[in-house]
């Protein structure tokens, strides 16, 4: 054992040294992955929620979609994946993906208002139905 | 012929499991019949998996669109090239393809050991059934058989994913896989030596070009994936943390790591579980990417739907696989001591252990983040995931760690540097990244990440060119060569050595291409036809961009609108750009084709972002022309590829068969010679005395 000292001590050495810059990552870096459904239950209770950065999945309600004029963001309605009741306005900014369509799944990254709209940083459009398609469909 | 394909498959299970079954009893009872007759199976196994595959690209060919897998990844217009790359276009074919190059190697394995190394066969086969057995499993029992009817025929296939119509797609996975599948071979070896008990550096000997042929492929497939996201995935950018991206740079690093950790067992007999260990955690982060790509259980930009029974089989297999190689070093603990011990910090034994140690801790903070969202929900019951901010900031100062080792590890003396070793290696490479740091301060950078990674691409660079330098001069002054002959004979004579300094040299082109992306520049513009956009490079000069208009058309396929821009340097003209965007009329998707100028110094990248009326462009209206573009200037990009490049040169340099060096006697030798022995091979650099 103690011929190898030297190995261990390197052996901590690296591991305390990386724990760290995991450890300060994550703390700066982490964001909530929540569903529509959570996040509203959440944010009634906790209004600290308007202040972090959030991960929300969900749908866009088909004819909810404006697109951006000028000074305008996009703007578009959110719903819930299983409860369709449960939906949010969100805007965004930036330039939507490809896939976005009026009723893609998808993946919005920001922050929750206190007035009650999502301001998207990001929007993913949800791969499922990127990659792989489903031939159920073409049977209609 | 399709369903000859599908028949291969049902047989290709037993085929497999007879034959494992008879490589181990065959191992134990040393009964060499038994023993070939299961290296037999394997054959049969690659033959079976040959007429699968045929099955699958036949039923692409022939548009079968009774089959799930082909309506869903194919349709009649699509073209041919296309349709080849079925095979692996989604998960049930590349499961199908995984195996078929597992068997592929499997084969070649088999077949270069039919007379040689017999002690270690029987184990070795029986390992590689058992992978094969395995993935025979998943793809018939755990609801992926790519043979899988629909109750109905369609018309026509969902048609490939545009955004997957792309050269460097067509490339990036079949790539990737052989990566994944040649390391199996290590694996299996590195099992045999456990299970017989033959654990000197045999195993690693023997195995040796093949990892590095595993590596060669790995990084080629990372380097492609990139390749193709920058062109094709339109926001500029070729990494993004994606969980898949990450789950192939996973056994990257670890294999990165083994790759130098087995010279130090081949050179000092040392790090003999660490070693075992790592090649047991590779081939299991092969399994995991696979694994993690095609069965869908982290959100990412291209996973795949979920499947829990392909979950839980994947799980049990890694989970086995895992057990099995801990109990298998457990069991030989007594015989895997180490025969030396690290003597001073200041050695090439710390200096690899220590790039060992940085790679495992890169591989680690990747997996944490990968998973962190599966480990939150299992502890709170909610996801919490952290994005591509985390990962820089862990592996930047990672990163920039491991390349001034990179420079360090092959130059240090081994067990204790003295003085003299240093400042003979080090001075004057200190100097000149000193030298290039204040440079780039005193010309006005300021992104610290950036000049630290220039300054130590000095650092590393003028070593390694010093190294060429003194081995070139003292074989030119000993042999009486040329300078060009003496380099070439150099390199030749220690490919092992030489060819990895290659690969260093590749490294450090590709993080100082990554360092670039610290002063991209971006801009965002909505125009009409006509008007200009300046964007200034960070090297001063301006691009002056004009939007010249839109042009429309319809094609069998698609929908085009296609945007001009011409492009000035500086106010000279520097030819066109084109950007578009298009429908797909098979399955209403759209796609964005980005507009490229790329120069050593830069790539100037053009995105058409939005259409302000697309019908109306589409009926050719002049009004309704208007469009937002996006556009960068990415620095140094460029060298991404060139240096993806010589890293491939490099190891094929590295791995490429010759006569096998006189190992028993030079690695005595090179061990009595302390720290004038050599970096990589183990044969002794004769010019290292009259170098000094």
Same mark, same amino acid.
């Given at each position: 054992?103690?011929?190898?000292?030297?190995?261990?001590?390197?052996?901590?050495?690296?591991?305390?040294?990386?724990?760290?810059?995991?450890?300060?990552?994550?703390?700066?870096?982490?964001?909530?992955?929540?569903?529509? @459904?959570?996040?509203?239950?959440?944010?009634?209770?906790?209004?600290?929620?308007?202040?972090?950065?959030?991960?929300?999945?969900?749908?866009?309600?088909?004819?909810?979609? @404006?697109?951006?004029?000028?000074?305008e963001p996009h703007r578009f309605v959110v719903s819930d994946l299983e409860n369709s009741e449960v939906t949010f306005p969100v805007v965004y900014e930036d330039l939507l993906p490809d896939t976005f369509t009026d009723e893609v799944e998808v993946v919005?990254?920001?922050?929750?208002?206190?007035?009650?709209?999502?301001?998207?940083?990001?929007?993913?459009?949800?791969?499922?139905?990127?990659?792989?398609?489903?031939?159920?469909e073409l049977s209609t | 012929m399709t369903a000859l394909g599908e028949l291969a498959l049902w047989i290709a299970l037993p085929i497999s499991v007879w034959g494992l079954t008879l490589a181990f009893i065959g191992g134990k009872t040393d009964r060499g019949d038994l023993v070939l007759s299961a290296e037999r199976s394997v054959y049969v196994v690659f033959f079976l998996l040959i007429l699968t595959s045929l099955g699958i690209i036949n039923a692409f060919l022939t548009d079968s669109f009774q089959y799930w897998y082909v309506a869903s990844y194919s349709s009649r217009e699509l073209e041919t090239y296309y349709k080849f790359s079925g095979l692996w276009a989604g998960q049930r074919g590349s499961l199908v393809f995984w195996a078929l190059l597992l068997a592929l190697f499997s084969s070649v394995a088999v077949f270069q050991n039919r007379r040689k190394n017999r002690e270690f066969m029987p184990y070795v086969t029986g390992v590689l059934l058992t992978i094969l057995a395995f993935?025979?499993?998943?793809?018939?029992?755990?609801?992926?058989?790519?043979?899988?009817?629909?109750?109905?025929?369609?018309? #026509?296939?969902? %048609?490939?994913?545009?955004?997957?119509?792309?050269?460097?797609?067509?490339?990036?996975?079949?790539? /990737?896989?052989?990566?994944?599948?040649?390391?199996?071979?290590?694996?299996?070896?590195?099992?045999?030596?456990?299970?017989?008990?033959?654990? #000197?550096?045999?195993?690693?000997?023997?195995?040796?070009?093949?990892?590095?042929?595993?590596?060669?492929?790995?990084?080629?497939?990372?380097?492609?994936?990139?390749?193709?996201?920058?062109?094709? /995935?339109?926001?500029?950018?070729y990494w993004f943390w994606d969980p898949v991206e990450n789950a192939s740079l996973l056994p990257w690093l670890t294999a990165t790591a083994f790759l130098h950790s087995i010279m130090?067992?081949?050179?000092?007999?040392?790090?003999?579980?660490?070693?075992?260990?790592?090649?047991?955690?590779?081939?299991?982060?092969?399994?995991?990417a696979t694994f993690l790509t095609r069965s869908g259980l982290i959100e990412s930009v291209h996973s795949f739907a979920e499947n829990t029974t392909i979950a839980f089989i994947f799980l049990a297999f890694m989970g086995g696989v895992l057990g099995v190689g801990i109990l298998l070093i457990v069991w030989r603990l007594p015989h895997l001591r180490s025969e030396n011990h690290i003597q001073s910090f200041l050695s090439r034994e710390a200096s690899f252990l220590l790039n060992n140690l940085i790679l495992l801790g890169a591989a680690f903070a990747v997996l944490w983040g990968t998973l962190f969202p599966l480990i939150t929900e299992g502890f709170t019951g909610e996801q919490i995931s952290v994005g591509p901010p985390f990962f820089n900031a862990v592996n930047l100062p990672i990163g920039l760690v491991l390349l001034a080792l990179v420079g360090i590890g092959p130059v240090i003396a081994w067990r204790k540097a003295s003085r003299r070793n240093l400042?003979?290696?080090?001075?004057?490479?200190?100097?000149?990244?000193?030298?290039?740091?204040?440079?780039?301060?005193?010309?006005?950078?300021?992104? %610290?990440?950036?000049?630290?990674?220039?300054?130590?691409?000095?650092?590393?660079?003028?070593?390694?060119?010093?190294?060429?330098?003194?081995?070139?001069?003292?074989r030119a002054r000993i042999e009486g060569e040329g300078y060009l002959k003496a380099i070439t004979h150099l390199v030749s004579r220690n490919r092992r050595r030489w060819g990895g300094y290659i690969v260093h040299v590749g490294v450090v082109v590709v993080f100082t291409a990554f360092a670039g992306a610290a002063f991209d520049v971006e801009v965002r513009q909505t125009m009409d036809p006509g008007e200009s956009v300046s964007i200034t490079s960070p090297y001063g000069h301006t691009y002056d961009l004009t939007y010249q208009g839109l042009s429309t058309s319809r094609s069998q396929h698609m929908w085009q609108w296609v945007a001009l821009m011409t492009v000035q340097r500086n106010g000279e003209s520097a030819g066109a750009l084109t950007t578009e965007k298009r429908h797909y009329l098979v399955n209403q998707q759209q796609a964005t084709e980005v507009g490229i100028r790329s120069t050593p110094l830069e790539d100037l990248y053009v995105i058409l972002a939005g259409l302000e009326d697309m019908q109306?462009?589409?009926?050719?209206?002049? #009004? =309704?022309?208007?469009?937002?573009?996006?556009?960068?200037?990415?620095?140094?990009? %460029?060298?991404?590829?060139?240096?993806?490049?010589?890293?491939?040169?490099?190891?094929?340099?590295?791995?490429?068969?010759?006569?096998?060096?006189?190992?028993?006697?030079?690695? #005595?030798?090179?061990?009595?010679?302390? =720290?004038?022995?050599?970096?990589?091979?183990?044969?002794?650099?004769?010019?290292?005395?009259?170098?000094?």
């Open positions: 054992m103690k011929k190898n000292s030297r190995f261990y001590i390197g052996l901590v050495g690296v591991a305390l040294v990386v724990t760290y810059l995991i450890w300060t990552g994550v703390s700066d870096a982490m964001v909530y992955y929540l569903t529509p @459904q959570e996040l509203l239950a959440r944010v009634s209770t906790d209004p600290s929620l308007h202040e972090v950065g959030l991960k929300v999945s969900g749908r866009v309600v088909p004819g909810s979609y @404006q697109p951006a004029r000028e000074d919005l990254e920001g922050r929750y208002g206190p007035d009650g709209v999502f301001e998207a940083v990001t929007v993913l459009t949800k791969c499922g139905s990127r990659y792989e398609a489903t031939p159920e | 993935f025979f499993v998943v793809l018939l029992f755990a609801e992926v058989n790519p043979f899988e009817r629909l109750p109905f025929v369609p018309a #026509d296939g969902q %048609g490939l994913n545009p955004q997957l119509q792309n050269y460097w797609m067509t490339m990036h996975p079949p790539t /990737l896989y052989l990566g994944f599948t040649a390391f199996a071979i290590p694996f299996a070896f590195a099992m045999s030596a456990l299970i017989t008990g033959r654990l #000197d550096t045999r195993w690693i000997v023997l195995t040796r070009r093949w990892i590095l042929v595993s590596w060669f492929f790995l990084t080629n497939g990372i380097v492609f994936g990139m390749r193709w996201a920058y062109e094709e /995935l339109g926001w500029g950018g130090i067992q081949e050179n000092r007999g040392m790090l003999k579980v660490w070693n075992m260990s790592l090649v047991i955690l590779t081939f299991l982060l092969t399994v995991f400042t003979r290696n080090f001075a004057l490479p200190i100097a000149l990244g000193l030298g290039v740091l204040v440079g780039f301060l005193i010309a006005g950078v300021r992104e %610290g990440m950036a000049l630290v990674t220039f300054a130590v691409s000095a650092f590393v660079t003028t070593i390694i060119v010093v190294e060429f330098w003194k081995g070139t001069r003292a109306g462009a589409a009926d050719n209206d002049p #009004d =309704s022309q208007r469009a937002t573009f996006r556009f960068l200037v990415n620095p140094l990009v %460029g060298w991404i590829w060139y240096g993806g490049l010589i890293i491939s040169i490099g190891t094929l340099i590295a791995l490429w068969p010759g006569r096998p060096a006189t190992r028993s006697v030079t690695r #005595d030798a090179a061990v009595a010679a302390g =720290s004038g022995s050599p970096a990589g091979g183990p044969t002794p650099r004769p010019t290292q005395a009259e170098v000094g």
